[in-house]
């Protein structure tokens, strides 16, 4: 079995049809052998025994016919049976074919006695029937011929007896001889069969052995095991297939070991990528390939509101579409974007093309923003405090060439109003004049405060003491106007501020709101507190300021009063400023507006 399993594929192939062969063979050989031995005794039965029974046979009619034509005869005298038994005379030449052996040695000597007989009647019994002798016919009769023919009979019954006898004898041998064939057939047959099953079972496991074990570490390697190695000891055609599998498997492992690391390289590179796209102040957006994912930075992902596109939401304007022609690339174009939340922002935006590594074929596009809405306002307060600087400016060089003339005038109008009587004032115009110098006179106080204002003298107070103080003034005025006064500030709130500034800016944002609500509502002053800056918020339930005034509210002498002089607001926002805070304006048509005011709660300059 060893010899066996250490043979090539082709030897066990070889060897396995060898053996199949060979039982063929066998069973062919066997089965012709019995084939020739049964033909044998067939032809023996057919050309020996057979003729010889036959011959016999007829030699028996033949002797019995003359036995029968003598004896009526005989008996009758009528030499018709003598006509007869000359037509029945032996044909030799029919047993020409038979040969003489010593099984049918009786056959012959009967055929002999019939012979004589035949000499008889014709030397003796027909000379004498011609010469009309019956006497001596019937004289020859009964002592030569009647004598010879019951001496053919013994003879003949023996001999038939025997070949009877031996007839039997031989067909009992052929069928226990082709009964023995048979079995022998059947039973090497079976053995054969057997044989050949077993060998079968056996070369066919022993063929498919290795096949199998070969197939299955084949399939381990394929199911993604790659580098391991196939374990195959049989020496043959199958070796070979087994070592050039190893190295498929060892080549695949390597190149999916230099893939990995490739993907680790291009990973790390991505990732790097991605920080430093991250960690980039722009937003970021980028389509590599019109069938590639759009990939957007962390400020663009938390910033930017995208269509369905993945183009960044922008305001409607007559400039072209981003995702229209090649003409449509900019850099640097001011647009109004949407955030998250829908909230607009003004960013400066570049759309360019992708280039593969071909500098002329687009492939794909990327979109850079940058939120200026800070740079926006840092730009507009500027703006504002040049004109600031420019008012000041001309406050501080007119202050004093107002103020004092401005002072004579008013200190003669009172001298003349303490003159004059009231019909004589009313007639002048007195109080009117007086009323007009005092508004001048404020106009002027502010544009100096505007112009230099004063450090901020801190104390830590409670929010709700500097509002009650000013409350009582307020909600007279409120009455007027039909306002109601809601107070939600916090009573432990504590604020570090300059209380006679602070109270100014109250007072301004207050009157604002109140005089914004000409038919009446609800004015709502409310604080919060978060980590360390404390909110003022002071909400107007008015008609709202329109989003083009919006932007100029905090410009000097902008006002939409009649009777405003617009520098209300830009002195508040001045001194909340110079507090360390920032005030905030946000205001929606028939919604009001609602104005916060962000300190800290320890300023840096304490």
Known sequence: MSLFRNLGFQKKMMLSYLVMMLLIGCVTSLFSYQMTKVTADEMYLTQTLLPQTSALLEVKNQVYEKSYALKMYTTTRDESYLDQYYTNLIDSSRFETVAPTQLNSGLFSTIDSIRKLDFLFMNKIDPLLQANNVTAVSYVLNHEVQPLIEQLERNLSFSLDELEYQTNKEFQQTTDSIEVSLILTYSVSVAAILFGSFSTLYFGRE????????????????????????????????????????????????????????????????????????????????????????????????????????????????????????????????????????????????????????????????????????????????????????????????????????????????LLEQRLSEEERELHFVPLILKEIERVNRIVTELLMLSKPSLPNYREVKLTHVLHSILPLMRAEAMLHGVQIMDHCDPDTHIHVDVEQFKQILLNLMKNGIEAMEEGGVLTIESRVEEKTVHIVVKDTGEGIAPEYLVRIFDPFFSLKEEGTGLGLPISRRMVENHGGEINIQSKRGQGTEIDIALPLHPKNI
């Open 207 to 414: 063929l498919l052995r290795p096949i199998q074990s070969l197939l299955r570490q084949v399939r381990e390697v394929s199911s993604g095991t790659f580098g391991q190695q196939i374990v195959y000891t049989s020496q043959d055609e199958f070796r070979e297939l087994a070592d050039e599998i190893n190295k498929m498997s060892l080549n695949i492992a390597t190149l999916f070991e230099q893939d990995k690391a490739q993907r680790l390289v291009l990973t790390e590179e991505r990732n790097l990528r991605e920080q430093i796209l991250n960690s980039l102040p722009v937003g970021i957006i980028t389509r590599p390939t019109p069938s590639a994912d759009i990939h957007v930075n962390q400020l663009a992902k938390n910033l930017v509101k995208l269509d369905e596109k993945g183009y960044p939401v922008y305001q409607e304007s007559p400039e072209p579409l981003l995702d229209a022609e090649e003409s449509s690339w900019f850099v640097n174009r001011k647009m109004t974007l949407f955030k998250q939340d829908c909230t607009p922002f003004t960013a400066l935006v570049s759309y360019v093309p992708l280039h593969n590594h071909h500098p002329q074929a687009e492939t794909g596009w990327m979109i850079a923003f940058l939120d200026i809405t800070e740079q926006e306002k840092v730009q507009e307060y500027l703006h504002q405090s040049e004109k600031l600087a420019m008012v000041g400016q001309l406050a501080a060089g007119a202050a004093h060439e107002i103020r004092n003339p401005l002072t004579v005038i008013y200190g003669f109008i009172q």
